[in-house]
């Protein structure tokens, strides 16, 4: 199976830092190290963008549960989230132990990421009054129409920006948490254009098998494929550079 033409490929690397990853990471995925291998080989590949994103946020942040009254415990609590300037829009969302704050061991990349080779970092969940899954924008302006995140939610990060400044056809997302931060930013890339693409060797859920189940399902519903480290897909990026060098070597 050929690529479709266009073809220009990105690689989005979800929150590959020490915090989600065992066995000493404050929120640590199952077998979320299982990943890094994959994805350094994906690294090798001529994307031509390789962004990583950052969990970052500061120590108030809403979505610990430390941050909220006692009684609240991590990862069975939940909260709802009202938007800073209109509190009539709400989300709700579960509660997490302390992770990933700015600046810390636990928010740095993992050692073992071939970060040589990547283009740039995008960080997300600054705000302290806002949970930022996706790596575009957060969750306000789901449920508004028409779908328009530049106008209805609090926080957007430069990633939309940087892809279309590309030229960007193709996103492939890895990373962690499937279930949360991956499953949104790919549902996200969808609805922002992208033919978007999750390689599943390179990604793991930090509620199991379930949230692997779940997750699948609910991306899938929102037009995400789910390829593996062999697929026709991955293959086709291989294949975009030695496009791109027929053109090259052309030069009259
Ligand atoms: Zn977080």
């Known amino acids: 199976m050929s690529p479709p033409t266009p073809f220009v490929p990105a690689l989005v690397i979800v929150d590959l830092q020490n915090d989600f990853c065992p066995p000493n990471g404050a929120l640590p995925v199952p077998s979320g190290r299982d990943v890094i291998a994959p994805i350094n080989k994906l690294l090798q590949l001529p994307f031509v963008l390789k962004i990583a994103t950052l969990d970052w946020h500061p120590p108030n942040h809403i979505s610990f549960a430390d941050n909220h009254p006692p009684g609240n415990a991590p990862f069975t609590s939940e909260t709802i989230i009202p938007h800073p300037e209109n509190p009539d829009r709400i989300y709700k969302t579960t509660l997490w132990p302390v992770h990933c704050v700015q600046n810390t061991p636990g928010a740095e990349l993992v050692s073992e990421l071939d970060q040589s ?55 492939y997302v890895v990373g962690l948490a499937m279930d949360y931060c991956v499953k949104s930013t790919a549902i996200h890339a969808v609805k922002y254009g992208y033919r978007t693409w999750v390689v599943k060797e390179g990604t793991k859920a930090v509620a199991g098998d379930d949230g692997n189940r779940d997750s699948t399902r609910e991306m899938e519903e929102e037009g995400v494929k789910i390829v593996g480290l062999e697929s026709d897909e991955v293959a086709w990026v291989q294949g975009s550079a030695q496009g791109a060098d027929v053109i090259l070597r052309c030069p009259w």
């Open 117 to 171: 080779l990547l283009d740039g970092v995008v960080k997300k969940g600054q705000d302290p009054r806002v949970e930022m899954y996706s790596a575009f924008t957060d969750p306000f302006h789901e449920g508004q129409q028409p779908w328009d995140p530049e106008s209805n939610s609090v926080c957007t990060s430069d990633l939309a920006r940087t892809l279309k400044e590309k030229g960007v056809t193709d996103v």
